[in-house]
């Protein structure tokens, strides 16, 4: 017979399920130099935020929705995303599952050491990072970079700290010791998942195997012309990631043995706008399309970029 110590006993159990459930963080690398607006990296970071996915392929999950199969769920919510088969429509509707946490991650050091100098101060940057996400569900700002490179670099001096390498993957390592209860996700650019995916990076494997190759394509539709891959392009490839069965043109090694759901990551907000433009002009208007009013006024005050030796008259 039915008593109110079964709903009792019911309620504990998922409790106790939902303690136990990893957390599900998707981290977000990004140069921020600066971190544009809605066009941009923000419009990414709230998708992300906003993005919902049913149960058969929340980022946990090791298994997912097969080929075609529509997930979407009744109530309408705009900016949530819908799978079908393994594309994420971000202005679709909502379902119950999102990611707990949105980290972005400003990039410390660039990985060549040609390109390190002409980089915006890493304290700057965080900055203009805290400003233009600020007020996204769930969105952090995270230096584990830096801490990452200070561990690798802990005890060396001079050249040797200098030649200290940190790549994605020993971030991750860093992090899963950290966050041991957690599932990472990853979220990143058409060209940039393709090289991931042939093997380019740094412990390419490692990466994918690291994150269940729960990879989060951002695909940028108004770029396709300029682009080096399609759309099919794209979801072929995160179907053979999907099924663990991605090989590198070189040598054949599988990429990502944990077949996890990579999905594309269609955000219609998105624009054809970079943080070099922003770099690059001093006109008002055009920097307000490109820019959140905060960072905007941060660049302005601090004379960066194409602001550079103004006076406060000038601006």
Known sequence: AFSPTMLESEATLKSMMLAKRPRSVCLFGTSADPPTGVGGH?????????LVL???????????????ENSCGRSAAAGSGCIVGNKVETSSPRQQLRFDEIRVI????????????NQTSYNDRLEMCRLAFEGIDRVTVSDCERRCFDLAAKGLSGDDKVSVRVGTADLLDMLLEEEANTNFSFALG????????????????DLLDLVGSRLMVIYRQVEEEQSRYCEQDLLQRI?????????????????????????????????????????????????????????????KQRQFYAFAGQSSTQQ
């Open 42 to 50: 923000r419009g990414i970071v709230m998708a992300l935020s906003n």
């Open 106 to 117: 400003p990039v410390y050091r660039h990985m060549y050491n040609s390109k390190r100098g």
């Open 190 to 205: 058409a060209d940039t998942f393709m090289d991931l995916t042939t093997l380019k990076w740094k412990r390419s494997i």
């Open 54 to 68: 049913p149960a058969t392929r929340q980022p946990s999950a090791s298994a997912g929705a097969s080929a075609g």
């Open 239 to 299: 179907d053979k990631v999907n099924k663990g069965a991605c090989k590198s043109q070189s040598n054949g090694s599988d990429a990502g043995t944990n077949g996890g759901p990579a999905l594309l990551l269609n955000i219609p907000s998105l624009e054809a706008i970079s943080s070099s433009m922003a770099r690059t002009t001093t006109d008002e208007a055009t920097l307000k399309k490109l820019l959140e009013p905060k960072v905007l006024q941060y660049i």
